[in-house]
């Protein structure tokens, strides 16, 4: 079982970047499957990004160009590069560790206004 813990969000305006960063404890780090996920309101989750335990990625073709993926595993750390943000980006971003099981952080918000 991980325990999964984000930070990095908040406040910024359209165009600004911001860094997820997701840490995780309680288990082999490397060998999960890691994403980012958000939540708008009034909107299911949805996909953002994902990494394998082996590095590849996948991306929503919204955030395409935009947003990077990417784990440290000697630091236990998933991290979500955010740049050109957009209004719409706006929505609680969720860190999910996938090992036979699907965990979940708490989640942190991101406002993207002027």
């Known amino acids: 079982q991980v325990q999964l813990v984000e930070s990095g969000g908040g406040l910024v305006q359209p165009g600004g970047s911001l860094r997820l960063s997701c840490a995780a404890s309680?288990?082999?780090?490397?060998?999960?499957?890691m994403g980012w996920y958000r939540q708008a309101p009034g909107k299911q989750r949805e996909l953002v990004a994902t990494?394998?335990?082996?590095?590849?990625?996948n991306y929503a073709d919204a955030v395409k160009g935009r947003f990077t993926i990417s784990r440290i595993n000697a630091k236990n750390t998933v991290y979500l590069q955010m740049n050109s943000l957009k209004p719409e980006d706006t929505a609680v971003y969720y860190c999910?560790?996938?090992?036979?099981?699907?965990?979940w952080g708490q989640g942190t918000q991101v406002t993207v206004s002027s």
């Open positions: 990494i394998t335990s082996g590095g590849s990625t």
């Open positions: 999910n560790g996938n090992y036979r099981h699907d965990y």
């Open positions: 309680g288990s082999i780090f490397s060998i999960y499957a």
